[in-house]
């Protein structure tokens, strides 16, 4: 069959085992007790996450209230890169200890946006993020969405996205061609802003690895540090913290519920596959956000979320999702049904297949809000 690979693509396929050395599937393991922490433990060795320092100190830009929610516009620092803006949401004259959700954005192919693309705080978001909500979203923020139904909601822009992108004039004028930022906001420079952020994706995966570190070992550290951040606040019940997003959202969730153990709830939108799929057949459809070097030998991609037993996880598939493949989607489905059955915990596992596109719409939404009320609101 024609593969990414073409001749090499059946040795490439059977360079890592079946079930991989750490999958909880392999016979070997005969506990969650013996085998998560040894599982664990090399996932995080793989990320080579670099120091994104403690719980951030931040700063409130702005408070408003719209849309019947409470809204603070937050800013901090980490110890690189441009400061991170955030939002927080939660229903105006809340009381008490609230669930609390990390809501992580989509990659879209749009950096120059971060938080914006989930949530809504004016009558008047950018036009493009109109466009972005109505065709990825059914018109809708779900970040805000969730906040209405009783969420604490933090989203943070994350590297390279919104405020911690990179900028033009930090950057040599070799890979530039010509991009320029005068007018950031309009839609003519941001679709020029955008189209060279994706030619630089390779530039920057190279330039990490050559750091000694992984983009998921990045990304991972800064939603870490949004989760600590979130569980400082005085109205989150630090015991029922969940996370949330779709595409490179999804990606971000799956990574973070495999390396923190406080996520006790998960929904993964439109981003669940097998590493064969991306070896075979859909690489060419990925950001670069995706691969760790190493890793397939030891954990197929599903079972990263199954890291966090017992946690909650759900996980949203369009059969006509043109990133992934049917029967590879069907075997990650496979793979965690039985990471979780074997662990004693299938109720804590549901897998669901949607109609239509790449997509985490109104109905899917409905479906992730009701699975995280039921293990967060319990």
Same mark, same amino acid.
């Given at each position: 069959?024609?593969?990414?690979?073409?001749?090499?693509?059946?040795?490439?396929?059977?360079?890592?085992?079946?079930?991989?050395?750490?999958?909880?599937?392999?016979?070997?393991?005969?506990?969650?007790?013996?085998?998560?922490?040894?599982?664990?433990?090399?996932? &995080?060795?793989?990320?080579?996450?670099? *120091?994104?320092?403690?719980?951030?100190?931040?700063?409130?830009?702005?408070?408003?209230?719209? *849309?019947?929610?409470?809204?603070?516009?937050?800013?901090?620092?980490?110890?690189?890169?441009?400061?991170?803006?955030?939002?927080?949401?939660?229903?105006?004259?809340?009381?008490?200890?609230?669930?609390?959700?990390?809501?992580?954005?989509?990659?879209?192919?749009?950096?120059?946006?971060?938080?914006?693309?989930?949530?809504?705080?004016?009558?008047?978001?950018?036009?493009?993020?109109?466009?972005?909500?109505?065709?990825?979203?059914?018109?809708?923020?779900?970040?805000?969405?969730?906040?209405?139904?009783?969420?604490?909601?933090?989203?943070?822009?994350?590297?390279?996205?919104?405020?911690?992108?990179?900028?033009?004039?930090?950057?040599?004028?070799?890979?530039?061609?010509?991009?320029?930022?005068? @007018?950031?906001? #309009?839609?003519?420079?941001?679709? &020029?802003?955008?189209?060279?952020?994706?030619?630089?994706?390779?530039?920057?995966?190279?330039?990490?690895?050559?750091?000694?570190?992984?983009?998921?070992?990045?990304?991972?550290?800064?939603?870490?540090?949004?989760?600590?951040?979130?569980?400082?606040?005085?109205?989150? @019940?630090?015991?029922?913290?969940?996370?949330?997003?779709?595409?490179?959202?999804?990606?971000?969730?799956?990574?973070?519920?495999?390396?923190?153990?406080?996520?006790?709830?998960?929904?993964?939108?439109?981003?669940?596959?097998?590493?064969?799929?991306?070896?075979?057949?859909? #690489?060419?459809?990925?950001?670069?956000?995706?691969?760790?070097?190493?890793?397939?030998?030891?954990? @197929?991609?599903?079972?990263?979320?199954?890291?966090?037993?017992?946690?909650?996880?759900?996980?949203?598939?369009?059969?006509?999702?043109?990133?992934?493949?049917?029967?590879?989607?069907? &075997?990650?489905?496979?793979?965690?049904? *039985?990471?979780?059955?074997?662990?004693?915990?299938?109720?804590?596992?549901?897998?669901?297949?949607?109609?239509?596109?790449?997509?985490?719409?109104?109905?899917?939404?409905?479906?992730?809000?009701?699975?995280? @009320?039921?293990?967060?609101?319990?």
């Amino acid at each position: 069959m024609p593969n990414m690979l073409g001749a090499y693509g059946d040795w490439a396929a059977h360079l890592a085992p079946d079930p991989p050395r750490l999958s909880y599937r392999n016979p070997a393991w005969k506990s969650v007790a013996e085998w998560q922490p040894r599982a664990r433990q090399r996932f &995080r060795e793989a990320l080579l996450q670099p *120091d994104t320092g403690a719980t951030p100190v931040a700063t409130v830009q702005h408070h408003q209230e719209f *849309d019947g929610l409470s809204i603070e516009h937050l800013q901090w620092s980490l110890p690189f890169g441009p400061p991170t803006e955030a939002l927080l949401l939660k229903p105006l004259n809340a009381t008490g200890k609230l669930p609390g959700v990390v809501a992580l954005h989509d990659h879209g192919g749009n950096k120059y946006f971060g938080y914006r693309k989930v949530t809504r705080s004016s009558k008047d978001p950018h036009p493009l993020m109109l466009r972005h909500q109505e065709q990825y979203y059914g018109g809708l923020a779900w970040a805000n969405e969730l906040a209405r139904r009783g969420y604490v909601v933090l989203v943070h822009d994350v590297f390279t996205f919104g405020s911690r992108r990179m900028r033009a004039a930090d950057l040599p004028a070799s890979i530039l061609g010509g991009l320029v930022e005068a @007018d950031p906001e #309009s839609d003519a420079e941001i679709e &020029r802003y955008n189209h060279f952020a994706g030619n630089h994706e390779h530039i920057i995966a190279k330039s990490l690895f050559s750091a000694g570190t992984t983009w998921p070992g990045v990304f991972t550290g800064e939603d870490q540090r949004a989760v600590d951040y979130l569980c400082s606040r005085p109205e989150v @019940d630090t015991a029922r913290i969940g996370c949330c997003g779709l595409s490179g959202g999804g990606l971000r969730t799956v990574f973070l519920t495999g390396i923190d153990p406080r996520i006790k709830c998960a929904c993964c939108a439109g981003m669940m596959t097998t590493w064969r799929d991306y070896l075979l057949n859909k #690489s060419f459809t990925h950001t670069w956000m995706v691969y760790v070097p190493g890793l397939p030998r030891d954990l @197929d991609y599903p079972e990263i979320l199954g890291l966090n037993l017992p946690s909650a996880v759900m996980v949203l598939n369009n059969h006509e999702d043109g990133l992934f493949t049917v029967p590879e989607m069907e &075997r990650a489905d496979r793979i965690l049904t *039985d990471v979780y059955r074997r662990a004693g915990h299938a109720d804590r596992y549901r897998a669901k297949f949607y109609p239509g596109p790449h997509k985490f719409d109104r109905a899917m939404q409905a479906d992730a809000f009701q699975w995280m @009320d039921r293990w967060l609101k319990a």
